[in-house]
């Protein structure tokens, strides 16, 4: 069964940085697209970026130009450096992945969720 584990929210004032980690364990015969998707309070979630096993990335109209999403092929890591924070960027922040567990059994599964709090 695979695991992630989220590292990284907390407590920023706005105009602050935080960089979330994201760390995938367990059996995983490929790792496809990664991702971050965040939920505000009384929200629904929604997409921040994702980042696919090539590179390729996309990101929500509201982070682009603040954040960067990247990732660890090796070691099936994910990472959003989140830059120029603002309060409404305030949310938990899942981690979401893609994977093959067979050569032909495709998965998804989720992280338990950081929390990131910007105050104004």
């Known amino acids: 069964q695979v695991q992630l584990v989220e590292s990284g929210g907390g407590l920023v004032q706005a105009g602050g940085s935080l960089r979330l980690s994201c760390a995938a364990s367990?059996?995983?015969?490929?790792?496809?697209?990664m991702g971050w998707y965040r939920q505000p309070p009384g929200n629904q979630r929604e997409l921040v970026a994702s980042i696919t096993s090539r590179g390729g990335t996309n990101y929500a109209d509201s982070v682009k130009g603040r954040f960067t999403i990247s990732r660890n092929n090796a070691k099936n890591t994910v990472y959003l450096q989140m830059n120029s924070l603002k309060p409404e960027d305030t949310a938990v922040y899942y981690c979401h992945a893609d994977y093959l567990a067979t050569i032909s059994r495709y998965l998804e599964v989720w992280g338990q969720g950081t929390l990131v709090t910007v105050s104004s």
């Open positions: 367990g059996s995983i015969f490929s790792m496809n697209a």
